[in-house]
């Protein structure tokens, strides 16, 4: 049997060996995250029927829980496994031409500890070692920022420090003051022993923890860092900031939500945060010139739109929840990988400068195109189904606030798509202003071989959604029935 | 009096954790905000550590026949709290590093004045 442990150990291994890989030679560098993800990859699917069936849990150590650390591989872990695996791999195939100047070697090292960091928080079930690899997470990620060194990248870099650490802070306080109590870090643990919410020395940890992760996820008033710091980094690290990191940060938040305090009292807080969220991020997005700090702020109307799906808490909700997440990770690195190569090549980040893309790099203007239209929820792409699955949720309560916030998260759509027509009529219907280049460039392979992958992905899910929707719903399962994780973990 | 001394490290923990929070929030240098967070950082440390304790307890180990779980000092908080000092460190490292780079590009640390990056 495999060890879920094997998809922390192997890529945290090979990222400090990435260095000792340089000594030999320096081209070698940039295919160890390519190993590392393709290995977690191969693992994490072979993990997957048997996790359907039933939980795999590794004591770390030999220690049983409570004592000990213990991984929990469920249904929601090894999806996010999968997902986490998946989008580095192909942002590490685009890597390969894509980051050629200054320091390559430390680029890779971070990358897999940024991707290590992730696969930490997605399968471990200790809250302390959560914290632990979300730092790894965070540091990294900012790190990554400020990878290029010029000034707007090290300002970004800078607020998302200050802002992250404090979260971390936050979170590190909820962690004590839940061990003063319980005098345990075992979630299940914890879980047990928490049976309301509603005293303060419970709430206090709860709110602690909601805002230190709603920092990472950027949920609305606390997502002032992202705009700057997706818009700042490298592309292909934007890919997997906006595909990934904030995604991870809503994982943490929802596992806490409802499987540590089981806090169902909060939901329509949370409900109203994630739709305020949406309407910010999708009217902020509308008035932007610059194309990365336009998709920024749309990962931060699609987060809102997430935590509005999953705070509905019923089956469907989560399931249409989660759909909307995969959808969101595919389609956001395949617009922010497409947009990196169309930025590498006109040199600009403005809408403006790309027009005429359409003529001049075909491909990547349709893979732009189809993202495009995915993210706003086009039939017959990934994005179509999650919204469609979280209308209908939302429906079924028949409860006068639902009606009330479906009303904007459609209008939301409506601003999102009048957005995202805008570049798509820029590229295919504009004339190009400067006539001098206008011949067809074709983009080299690895940028091209990533970005028809996800293509694919958008595509056949979006089509045959069927493909996801079984594991989804057992992942909402896991994380609606509370006792069953607990009774799973701790016999 | 009684109440002070057995309260004394939680209020110097809040104490040092609010300290902290005001000068991340109202100072303008960043070399001060980033003190500020170290300060934080402290004090949750010193939070940590005083869960754990008990006044003239022993370390955790079964030297003396007779000794009674509650004469010992918690370890786990104490091994959170090496953790947590290293975390701390790799961030403060980290914020001071950018701290420099920084200062080369704008020609100041005054957190009000940098302010290319808008909504």
Avoid at chain 1, 91 to 108: G, L, M, P, R, T
Avoid at chain 2, 92 to 118: C, D, F, P
Wanted: net charge positive; with cysteine; glycine share 8%.
């Amino acid at each position: 049997m495999v060890n879920p442990v094997l998809l922390i150990v192997i890529p945290l291994g090979l990222a400090f060996v990435v260095p000792f890989f340089g000594f030999i030679s320096k081209k070698i560098e940039k295919f160890i995250p390519f190993v590392a993800l393709f290995f977690n990859l191969i693992v994490s699917l072979r993990l997957f029927p048997r996790v359907l069936e039933q939980p795999v849990h590794v004591s770390i150590g030999g220690f049983v829980p409570p004592f000990g650390i213990n991984l929990v591989a469920g249904p929601i872990g090894i999806l996010f496994t999968v997902l986490i695996a998946l989008v580095g791999f192909l942002v590490s195939i685009y890597a390969f031409d894509y980051i050629k100047e200054k320091d390559q070697e430390k680029y890779h090292i971070l990358y897999l500890l940024l991707l290590t960091g992730a696969t930490g928080v997605v399968l471990t079930g200790d809250i302390f070692n959560l914290f632990v690899f979300f730092e790894i997470l965070c540091i990294s990620s900012y790190s990554l920022v400020a990878y290029f060194g010029d000034k707007t990248s090290i300002e970004s870099a800078v607020k998302y420090l200050i802002q992250g650490a404090l979260g971390s802070c936050l979170i590190l306080m909820g962690i004590g003051l839940l061990y003063g109590q319980f005098g345990t870090l075992n979630m299940a643990d914890l879980a047990g022993n928490i049976k309301s919410v509603h005293s303060v020395s419970i709430f206090v940890p709860l709110v602690l923890f909601i805002t230190g992760f709603g920092v990472e996820a950027a949920i609305f008033p606390l997502n002032a860092w992202l705009p700057d710091a997706h818009s700042s980094a490298p592309s292909s690290i934007s890919a997997v900031l906006s595909g990934i990191a904030i995604e991870v940060g809503l994982y943490a938040m929802i596992r806490v939500v409802f499987t540590l305090f089981g806090a169902s009292s909060i939901l329509t807080f949370l409900m109203l945060l994630g739709v305020i969220t949406l309407l910010i991020g999708e009217l902020c997005a509308f008035c932007q010139e610059n194309i990365k700090r336009m998709l920024a702020y749309s990962s931060i109307g699609q987060i809102g739109l997430m935590l509005f799906a999953l705070s509905i808490a019923s089956s469907y909700g989560i399931t249409g929840g989660l759909f909307q997440l995969v959808s969101h990770t595919l389609g956001k690195s395949l617009l922010f990988l497409a947009a990196g190569y169309m930025i590498y090549r006109s040199g600009s980040m403005n809408i403006s400068s790309f027009e005429g893309m359409g003529k001049r790099m075909p491909y990547t203007a349709l893979a732009f195109t189809i993202g495009a239209f995915s993210i706003v929820g086009l039939p017959p792409f990934i994005g179509f189904p999650g919204k469609l699955m979280i209308v209908k949720a939302a429906l079924f309560e028949q409860e006068m606030l639902y009606t009330v916030l479906i009303f904007f998260i459609l209008l939301a759509t409506v601003i999102e798509g009048a957005y995202y027509f805008r570049v798509v009529q820029a590229l295919y219907f504009k004339e190009e202003k400067n006539t001098q280049n206008q011949k067809r460039e074709i983009a080299p392979l690895s940028i091209l071989i990533p970005i028809f992958i996800l293509t694919g992905f958008i595509v056949v899910i979006g089509i045959y959604p069927k493909l996801i929707t079984d594991v989804l719903v057992s992942s909402a399962s896991e994380l609606l029935n509370r006792a069953d994780y607990i009774k799973s973990v701790m016999p | 009096m009684t109440f002070l001394s057995e309260y004394i490290y939680y209020i110097g923990a809040f104490g040092l954790i609010f300290i902290g929070l005001y000068i991340v929030l109202v100072k303008k240098n960043l070399i001060k905000v980033i003190i500020g967070l170290s300060i934080i950082d402290t004090g949750i440390n010193l939070f940590l550590i005083t869960i754990g304790y008990i006044r003239d307890g022993t370390a955790p180990v079964f030297s003396k026949p007779g000794l009674k779980a509650n004469e010992m000092v918690d370890p786990v908080p104490q091994a959170l709290v090496l953790t947590a000092i290293v975390i701390g460190v790799a961030i403060l490292a980290l914020a001071i590093s950018l701290a420099v780079k920084l200062y080369k590009h704008h020609g100041t640390l005054n957190l009000r004045k940098i302010n290319e990056q808008k909504w």
